[in-house]
């Protein structure tokens, strides 16, 4: 075997060694860019879905996400995120122990129940009362058109809620949701109309010295700047939105 052969191999042989171990690094380096550009991706619509942008709403019906935008500041400082998800798989026990209570406490419901008895109480009790939540004890001189936005949002919140701990299955769920909402569309002209009153009702609210356990303080200002931002839902969902089942 001539040294001009073992010299010629031995180049054939670096160059595809050298081509091989090209590609790989290339390959490499294109799955490190993919993973990266991923994982940008994730962070910027988990953030998005934490500050509540239009994106967070995808249950995948536009009536559901209308009827659920009504408790959109309360939805989202208190559970930041998935309220509005098609992938809605319950809340987990930290949630659903900040949750408990506070729902019952809504509902006119003993807090010591189980789950079996909040089951099967609970359904005739929102059909027989889910429209009375919050307007039962209005004031003289109460702003009815606040008091009204404020209980549309808590309810949408709290019905909401109580299908994500299990007590209410997605029939009943939906139901209610919409028949709430279309009661916010007779008294309200728009999400402007609706947000402002809604401060409104939220401030009268604790004028009485009622407690807010939502802990979502805000104005009518903010209602101004959320109608006008691009990525929120009160924005972007038309507010004579056709509701069907």
Known sequence: MSSRFL??????????????????????????????????RSRAAEAARNRGDISSYSTGSKTLDWALALAHPMAYHSIQGGFADKELAGADQTLASQLRPMVLHHLGMRT???????????????RQRWFMQDLQRLSPGDDLHAAMAFACARVAFYVRCAHMLGWLDQALEHQVLLLNARRAQECFDSWLTYGQALARGRAQWLAHGRADTLGMGFGEDEVNQWVGQKSHPWHVMRWELRLEE
């Open 112 to 126: 010591d129940l189980d789950d079996a008895s909040i089951r099967r109480q609970l359904p005739a009790l929102l």
């Open 7 to 40: 010299l010629t191999t031995a180049l054939q042989f670096a160059l595809i060694y050298g081509a091989m171990r090209l590609h790989w690094l290339l390959g490499c380096l294109v799955m490190l860019v993919v993973i990266a550009f991923q994982r940008k």
